[in-house]
Structure formats: C-alpha cells, structure tokens
C-alpha cells in the first residue's frame, strides 16, 4: 500500500481552491496553483502553496503549516485583497477528510505584505495551522 500523505490533503485543497467560482472571478477566471513554485513567466495573478507537516503529537495526530503566497501585477493591492479574502473565507476552520487523513481542520494563523523590488507586483503570504489523524500510515505502522 502506498501512503501519500502530503499528496491527499494538497489534492484536497487544491481541488478547493480551483474549483471556487468566487476565487475563479477574483482571479480572472481561472485559479492558477502551482507546487512551491510558478512555473517560468505565469500569468499574473496565480497562487503558489506548500505544506509542511511535522510530528509534534502522538504519532496517530500530525500537525503541520500550510502556506499560500498570492502573487499579482497590479496598479494597486485591491485583486490580491479579494483574492486574500476568498481564501480565508474557504480555508479557514475548514474539516477535511481525505483518503489517507481523517479529523482535519485547517485555521489561519498569520498573514500579510511581502515586500518586492519590482513595482507593481504584489506579494501576500497567508499561513494556515493544520492538524489531522494519519488514517493510512497508522494502519501501516501498527501492522509492521
């Protein structure tokens, strides 16, 4: 059995994100999230996420961070403000349940302006808490 953690819950919240006809229009129709990093020249505006989990409780119970970086080039910050907002608004105390965890929640912790260089392009960071039950890996660690 092949146990992928990471893979479920950033598929869960992927399809979250991009399947959100409110973020699409923030957006300008389309909902471009990318993996740690955009690809070479994306098209303003896109999201980049990542999701770090570390083991802090008992081994059933896993926490971790979870980060959307919201990038965008505008005359002023009004699109990355709507875009900040619809993703609170969809992720923040939201429970999940994927294939491999069970019991998620997902709650804002902090968020804002990251400065750049280049004039016009706007960077906003938004960092969530998640914590979840390791459905799969528990059922491999407890039949070794």
């Known amino acids: 059995m092949t146990v992928d953690i990471q893979k479920s819950i950033l ?10 006809t409110t973020l699409k229009a923030a957006m300008g129709g389309t909902v471009r999230l990318y993996p740690v990093w955009a690809e070479v020249d994306a098209e303003f505006p896109y999201l980049v996420n ?18 959307v970086d919201i990038w ?3 005359t002023n910050a009004e699109e990355t403000l709507a875009i900040r907002k619809r ?6 105390e939201l429970q ?13 912790q902090t968020d804002g302006f990251i400065p ?29």
């Open 11 to 20: 598929s869960s919240l992927y399809t979250t994100l991009t399947a959100d």
């Open 116 to 144: 750049e260089t280049t004039p016009g392009i706007w960077h906003y960071t938004i960092q969530f808490n998640i914590r979840f039950y390791r459905k799969s890996e528990t059922g491999v660690i407890i039949g070794r």
């Open 50 to 67: 990542k999701l770090d989990l570390r083991g802090t409780e008992f081994f059933p119970n896993q926490t971790g961070t979870y980060l």
């Open 96 to 108: 999940f349940d994927t294939t491999e965890a069970v019991n998620g929640k997902i709650w804002k």
């Open 87 to 92: 993703i609170v608004e969809l992720l923040d």
């Open 72 to 74: 965008s080039d505008s």
